[in-house]
């Protein structure tokens, strides 16, 4: 079974403080796509960044960054020097390459305070 | 501009009346996708479009209908038949979903609707 998990229902840092987003994923295809999305308030969901399950080098796009390690079947997103602005609702997803679902994680909601 | 445009922003339906939200992107995509989503969860899969006048269900279909006449617009019809209807619905497009696309697959959603039942 495909599943995504994000056991952080909720987390409140103080702006500038570093944040890591866990996500944890199962699948047994060895094929798959990971994606992580941002809802900020306004409901619409944001493309952060797509990774292939071949690939497992890091990634860093400003103050954000991936950490993808398939031994443990986890791709963390980590915010450093967080900014209000940055507070939302964060999504992992999944999708293996069999399928063209989308299977999301239940979110973790980041609240950043000034 | 390019995107996804969703709308109403926000509609309000009496029990028992059929209403549809309208999906349209200017992306050029072929694959289009609805979404629920309610309080605390993460997203549901609706229905599902790869081309024009071909659709699937997705995992919770029931009580929804769909249309894909056009490339540009995928409405979603939410009929009497949907027990709790009240959620906010999300439209998506990516390009056509192939095995082993490396690229295209990535989806991209418009702005929602929520939809609550009185």
């Known amino acids: 079974a495909q599943k995504v998990t994000q056991a952080q229902t909720e987390i409140s840092v103080v702006e500038k403080e570093d944040v890591t987003l866990d996500c944890v994923y199962e699948t047994r295809d060895t094929t798959y796509y990971l994606f992580w999305y941002k809802q900020p308030p306004s409901g619409e969901l944001v493309f952060l960044i797509r990774r292939n399950s071949f690939d497992e080098q890091n990634e860093i796009s400003g103050r954000y960054s991936w950490n993808f390690q398939k031994s443990t079947s986890s791709f963390n997103f980590t915010i450093t020097a967080s900014q209000v602005v940055d507070s939302a609702v964060y999504f992992c997803a999944l999708r293996m390459d069999s399928s063209y679902k989308l299977i999301f994680g239940s979110g973790t909601r980041l609240l950043v305070r000034p | 501009d390019g995107g996804i445009t969703q709308s109403p922003k926000y509609l309000f339906r ?99 609707t929520r939809l609550t039942v009185l």
Not at chain 2, 29 to 51: N, T, V
Not at chain 2, 89 to 95: D, E, V
């Open chain 2, 14 to 112: 009496k029990e028992g009346q059929n209403v549809t939200l309208s999906c349209e992107q200017n992306l050029n995509h072929d694959a289009m996708y609805w979404y629920r989503q309610d309080p605390g969860q993460g997203l549901r899969l609706i229905y599902y479009s790869q081309i024009v006048n071909d659709f699937q269900k997705g995992d919770i279909a029931e009580g929804y209908s769909v249309s894909r006449e056009k490339k540009e617009s995928f409405p979603l019809t939410v009929t009497s038949a949907q027990k709790n209807p009240t959620a906010f619905y999300l439209c998506a497009s990516s390009m056509k979903w192939l095995a082993g696309a490396l690229s295209t697959d990535t989806q991209y959603f418009g702005p929602g």
